[in-house]
Every structure is written in C-alpha cells, then in structure tokens.
C-alpha cells in the first residue's frame, strides 16, 4: 500500500501513514497516538483489547518517534483532529526518538543547536511553506514577462562592491572572494543583450553584526532589466512584482499566519503606488512629528531609527506599509548608481515594516562616467574587469535585489535566525 499524506486522508479509505509522534495517551485500555506529517495531524485510535500484538508495539513508542500506521479512516465529531481518527490494522516503530533536548520555548541559540528538531513544529514549517510560495511567485511573474533565469558564480576575483565586508579564499595560488550579490554579472548580462534576467542564490556579506536581521549568509533574490527611461520604472516593476507575491501568499497562507504568528502579521494586499518620499523629507517629517533628530552629517541617509519611523510615516501619511526612499547622499551609494547632473543618486530603498527590504537603482551604463565614478570611490584596477563590460556598448538598465530571509522575518514578526533553514552569522558555523 502506498502512503498517504495526511491532508489527503479521507473518512472511509483503508491508509497507509507515516510520521513523527507528536502527542501520545497510553491508557489502560486504549492509546491515543497523534501523528504529525508535513501536511497535518491525524489522531490514531487503538482499542487494546482488539489488538494485543498492537498494544505491545505501542507501549515502545516515545514522543517523536517515527512510526508508519496502516489501518481504516473513520469520521468521529468528538475528535479535534478534523473529525477523523485512524483504527489501526498494524504499527511499526520506524525510529525510536530519545528525550528532546529542546523544547519550543527554549532559546534561540539552542534552539539553533538542535535546529532539525526545532524545525519539526507546524509553527516553524510555515516559515518554509512560505518562502516556497514568495519565491515560486517571484519566478512566475518574471518568467511569464519573459526574464531569464541565469546562475552567477560566487567565487569571484574581486569584491562585488568594495573592499569591505568580504570573504577573503585561498583560491589555488592566489585570492579569491565569495560574492557578496549578483550585481556585476546582472549588468554583464545586461551588456551581453539578455534584457531581463533574475537569480536566487546565497550572497555572502563579512559584517560582524548581530542584529535580528543581519546573517553572513542569505539568499538573495535579485533581477536587472534594460532599456528604461529612469529608476521609477524599477520602483514600478518592484511595487507590481511584489503586490503580486503578497497576493498570492495572503490567498494561500494568510489564515495560517493569523492563527501560528497573530493578528498583527495579518497579511495586508497593498495598492500601487507606493508612496515616495525623499531622505530629507522623512527627517523632516519624523523630527516635526516624533521629536527624532539626527546630526547633519548623517542625514545623506536612513539610520536603523529613521527606517522604524518610516513605517509610522507611511501609515500615517499613505495608509501604507510601505515606503520608497529616494534622494540619497552620493557618498551613501554605490559607484555603479547612474546619477542626476546634482549628483543625485537615481537609486532608491523600499522600506517595508520599518526595515529596508530592497536597494535598487537605474545603473550607470557609459563606460567613461562609470569609471569616474569607481575612481572616485579608490575602486579603479579592483573593478576593472567589471568596467570591462560596459566598453562596447551596453543598454541604459536598472534593478534590484530583495533578501527572502529578511522578507520572511517581517512577515512573521520573528527574527533572521528563525527565518533561515539554517543561520549563518559571525559566531555560528554548525549545525
């Protein structure tokens, strides 16, 4: 007999499942076993004096064992479980758990330590459920707009964007780098005439943060596309893309999120467009109606303050959870960010829930003013191969790069450890 997922398992049908043993009852005369899939719980009803052979192998059972049950479905309305419950023809023990090291309430750190039993909860297997949809939606709204899918090395010969915050191989006999985004071969695809192309890959970054939302190692989820007229165009394909993405996740988890996460991670369908306000007029605003204020030297762009009160902000103003940020300080962005005749970066962030998810930009495409710019950065010879691309002629193009962990992480209210399979960060190598 083939198994039967949970979810599937209809009143009336002889069964065959299999999974962890989440709750079990070993009474006198009758033992309640709970039965945990990836897709649901199902209660297993066995009646001792029917089945002694049966009520031997369940004395052997523990809390989170595996066991395989075959037997026949039955409706019973006094079951919680859906109103179903399995009479058991036969069980076998698949692997006998010992006691858990662990419990849901434990702490993060060793919660971490034992991160596959951590994950076993339907509250944790959501997150995964999830970031499966964000991503399957991303790629599908891409694909039926005719973006490729390409894959962009991760060791590399020199860093992404600077020197900083890198990881430094040994690569043979000499030195080598892991990536720290896609960017540089985004805009070579750009410059070899693919148009439009996107990747969701691991990025690498060497910063030596703890905070709730920085890792070492994330996965990234970033597009570059050609011929627009300026960076509004990447701020609109953005707003559509990810309007798309809440729709599809609030349709097919948004109950669920309400009831593992709370009422205050319902998931909220926003409309287009976003509301767009300048770096100046947010400090200006956040100041006059929150009483922040930060030195004049660091105005050129958003501290991690300033981005919670963002949030306010665009409630406030906009009814919006989000909020595009626009006239940065050129000194604050990357050197291949095209810019106005001020200087003005023609770049943005997108705040979401008070954190930046995006950074985005129309790109500079002429060779000449990209290499004043990486010049002017100290970054001329170490980008020489990427300034390379753009000698023999390159279409105006822009783009941007969304994290999914951290995407993940606001979405539940929960932080960049729980949010990753597994959190990489400067203190955690294993499991």
């Known amino acids: 007999m083939q198994r039967t997922q949970i979810a599937d ?18 009474k006198r005369t009758m033992a309640f076993i709970v039965i945990r899939d990836i897709t649901g719980k199902i209660q297993v009803t066995l ?6 052979d049966l009520a031997a192998v369940a004395d052997g059972i523990t809390l989170d ?3 395989t049950v075959e037997g026949t479905a039955v409706a019973n309305d006094y079951v919680k479980l859906g109103g179903i419950e399995i009479l058991p023809e036969s069980i076998r023990i698949e692997s006998v758990a010992d006691a858990l090291p662990i419990k849901p309430d434990s702490a993060i750190d060793s919660r971490l330590d034992f991160r596959w039993i951590d994950l076993r909860t339907e509250k944790n297997a959501l997150i995964f459920k999830l970031q499966t949809e964000m991503a399957a939606a991303f790629r599908e ?3 039926e707009r005719n973006f490729l899918e390409f894959h962009s090395p991760k060791i590399i010969g020199a860093a992404s964007e600077s020197g900083a915050d890198v990881f430094r191989l040994s690569y043979f006999d ?33 910063e030596k943060s703890y905070t709730r939302k920085h890792a070492t190692e994330f996965t990234g989820f970033d597009l570059e596309f050609s011929y627009i007229d300026s960076y509004y165009d990447v701020m609109k394909f953005e707003e559509e893309m990810l309007t798309y993405m809440l729709g599809r996740v609030e349709k097919k988890f948004g109950d669920d999120i309400v009831r593992l996460y709370g009422e205050e991670y319902r998931v909220v369908v926003p ?5 767009v306000m300048t770096v100046a007029d947010i400090y200006s605003e956040i100041e006059k109606r929150y009483g922040y ?20 902000l665009a409630r406030e103003l906009f009814g919006s959870e989000f909020m595009f940020v626009i006239g940065y300080d050129g000194a604050k962005r990357p050197f291949y960010h095209m810019r106005d005749e001020n200087g003005v970066p023609q770049g943005f962030d997108l705040i979401w829930r008070g954190t930046e998810i995006t950074s985005g930009s129309q790109r500079e495409h002429r060779y000449e003013q990209l290499c004043k710019n ?58």
């Open 174 to 206: 000499g030195d080598a780098y892991l990536a720290q985004s896609p960017q540089f071969y985004k805009q070579m695809a750009m410059a070899a005439g693919f148009e439009r192309v996107f990747e969701c890959a691991p990025v690498f970054r060497a």
């Open 374 to 431: 990486a010049k002017e950065k100290g970054l001329g010879e170490d980008v020489k191969f990427y300034t390379e691309f753009f000698r023999y002629g390159c279409p105006p193009h822009g783009g941007f790069g969304l994290g999914l962990d951290r995407l993940t992480m606001l979405f539940l209210g929960i932080s960049i450890k729980e949010a990753q399979f597994v959190f990489r960060g400067p203190d955690r190598l294993n499991p």
């Open 271 to 275: 409309t287009a467009p976003f509301p």
């Open 65 to 67: 064992s595996v066991v």
């Open 141 to 143: 709204y891409l694909l």
């Open 9 to 26: 398992v209809q009143p009336g049908s002889r069964v065959r499942i299999s999974g962890f043993v989440e709750n079990f009852r070993n």
């Open 293 to 312: 204020t930060v030195p004049d030297s660091e105005k050129g762009d958003l501290t991690t303050d300033a981005e919670h009160y963002t949030f306010d």
């Open 47 to 52: 009646v001792k004096e029917e089945h002694p």
